[in-house]
Every structure is written in structure tokens, then in C-alpha cells.
């Protein structure tokens, strides 16, 4: 088989799969987590995209040197003809993506806006103190109020310590998360490398095998020969 068709159905069936995931993405409600989708549909379109390239560059070297791969202007043609095809269809993939995304990100922002309270109740704690103090002398009720402030002042600091503690432990829990959601994407990249690679490799073997095999055969007969002509010497 042709390797060009080979790695052709190849971007055909990362089409599909995109095509899938935006299908998932549009069933799911707006409020869904889709990280891990996101992931999946980057990962596949990254290796569209690659796919794409080295078709680019098959194309380039097959048309610098037609006879040696046996390809008529027709079939070069042709395969032009198939680039453009894939170049249109993962940019209106990629666009799909981005519309469905940002038709769910504004519905979420509609019912964020629509949930929130905007009323806001504020209590003051002292709002009886001239009343229960009629009893007390204006010494006891000057210490009494500054005893209360140095406790909220506490509690003010106490919180600020603890708010400030819940940041930098949520910044480093999502830098973490960053750096494993970049590890796995350069691993599935790798691995998506490897799988092409190998199966170039099979190709490249394959097309080679007889002509190692002639070569094998050719060298055997000379051998043969100069024996022959070693022993009617002697």
C-alpha cells in the first residue's frame, strides 16, 4: 500500500475523533468540568496538524523527483487536492470547538449573574451597647470597648494569616496541576510520535525487503562464481 494513503487515512480518522469530542462537548451541560476533553481534543488536533505536515513534505519531495516515485501529474494533483481538503476541514473543526465553547461559557455567565444576590445585610454587633450600658461609668464602658476591638483585631489578623496561607496553598496546588497537565500532554505527544514512526519504519521495511532479498541472492552468485573459477585454476 501506498505510505501516502496510509498516513492520508490516518488525519481522516483524527478528523473523526475531533468531530466526536465537539459532539461530547455539545451534549454535556454548560456547567461541566472539560478539562480532560479539552485535553483530548487538543491532543488529536496537534496530531492532525502534524499529520498534515508530513503529507506537506511527501507532496514537496514526490514533485521534485516524479519518476523516481512513479507519480504522474494527475496523482500529484490529486494529492493537492486532498492537503486543501484537510487544511479546510481542521480549520472549521477548530472553529466548531471555539463556537461551542463560547456559546456554554456565556450561558454559564447568564445563570452566574442571574443566581447572584445583590442584596447585602450588614449587622452591627453594637447596636444595643447605649442602652445595656446606662448602668456602667464611662471608664468601664471605654475599657469594655476597647477590650472588644483588640479581640476583632486578633480575629482580623488570625484571618488574614489563614486567607493568606488558603492562597499560597491553592496557587501551589494549581501550579502542580499545571505542570502534571503539561506532562501528560508532552507524553501522549511522544507516544503519538513513536506510534507514526514505527509504523513508517514497517512501511520503509516492507517496500525494502526484496530488494534486500536480490542483493542477498546477487552477492551469493558472484561468491559461487569466484570459488568456481578458484577451483579450475588449482
Known amino acids: ?29 454548560a456547567s ?40 504522474s501529474p494527475q496523482e500529484l494533483s490529486k494529492r493537492k487536492h ?32 442571574i443566581s447572584q444576590d445583590g442584596n447585602m445585610i450588614s449587622e452591627n454587633p453594637f447596636a444595643d451597647a447605649a442602652g445595656e450600658g446606662s448602668g456602667m461609668t464611662h471608664f468601664q464602658e471605654q475599657q469594655m470597648i476597647q ?14 494569616n489563614l486567607n493568606q496561607q488558603a492562597q499560597i496553598m491553592g496557587n501551589e496546588l494549581e501550579d502542580q496541576g499545571f505542570m502534571l497537565d503539561d506532562l501528560d500532554y508532552e507524553i501522549d505527544n511522544v507516544d503519538n510520535k513513536l506510534q507514526r514512526g514505527m509504523k513508517r519504519i514497517n512501511i520503509f521495511l516492507e517496500r525494502n ?14 561468491v559461487l562464481c569466484v570459488l568456481l573459477v578458484i577451483l579450475i585454476i588449482a
Open 1 to 29: 500500500m501506498d505510505p501516502f494513503n496510509e498516513v492520508r487515512d490516518d488525519a481522516w480518522k483524527a478528523i473523526a475523533v475531533l468531530e466526536e469530542i465537539i459532539g461530547q462537548r455539545r451534549s454535556q451541560p
Open 32 to 71: 461541566a468540568d472539560v478539562s480532560a476533553l479539552s485535553q483530548d481534543f487538543d491532543n488529536n488536533y496537534q496530531e492532525l496538524l502534524e499529520i498534515y505536515e508530513d503529507l506537506q513534505q511527501a507532496i514537496a519531495i514526490s514533485e521534485s523527483q516524479p519518476q523516481r516515485f512513479n507519480l
Open 82 to 113: 486532498i492537503l486543501v481538503d484537510l487544511d479546510r476541514r481542521a480549520s472549521e473543526l477548530k472553529s466548531q470547538w471555539d463556537n461551542v465553547n463560547s456559546k456554554l461559557r456565556a450561558v454559564t455567565t447568564m445563570s452566574n449573574r
Open 147 to 160: 477590650e472588644q476591638d483588640l479581640q476583632l483585631d486578633s480575629i482580623h489578623v488570625t484571618m488574614q
Open 209 to 222: 525487503k526484496e530488494t534486500a532479498s536480490n542483493w542477498c541472492i546477487g552477492i551469493l552468485v558472484v
